[in-house]
């Protein structure tokens, strides 16, 4: 299993970025997608996740600003980042937890990472 991330870059304060996160390989099911990030010096933090159904979850920095999303079909996760700012400069990456096969237990996958920042 692999997981490409993509659509990093640099922005300006106020801007806006769209990340994606493919998903492929030996892939049954899908349950939870999602983005963390972590700046240099701290912990990974969890930014958004997505279940299978739809179910999201989101860090209080980024609520109202930014958007998950996933297209099940193609097992990619998205991720639509608006007014971003500053602090929101970090490496992002995605994951996911899934199973192979039927019966085999749950994993999670990590993409490589994408850089973002954001000059003020």
């Known amino acids: 299993v692999q997981l490409q991330a993509s659509g990093g870059g640099l922005v300006q304060a106020g801007g806006s970025l769209r990340l994606s996160c493919a998903a492929s390989?030996?892939?049954?099911?899908?349950?939870?997608m999602g983005w963390y990030r972590q700046a240099p010096g701290k912990q990974r933090e969890l930014v958004a996740a997505?279940?299978?159904?739809?179910?999201?979850n989101y860090a209080d920095s980024v609520k109202g600003r930014f958007t998950i999303s996933r297209d099940n079909a193609k097992n990619t996760v998205y991720l639509q980042m608006n007014s971003l700012k500053a602090e929101d400069t970090c490496v992002y990456y995605c994951?996911?937890?899934?199973?192979?096969?039927?019966?085999?237990?749950?994993?999670?996958?990590w993409g490589q990472g994408t850089e973002v920042t954001v000059s003020s």
């Open positions: 997505m279940t299978r159904g739809g179910n999201t």
């Open positions: 390989g030996s892939i049954f099911s899908i349950y939870v």
């Open positions: 994951y996911a937890d899934l199973i192979k096969a039927t019966g085999s237990p749950r994993s999670i996958y």
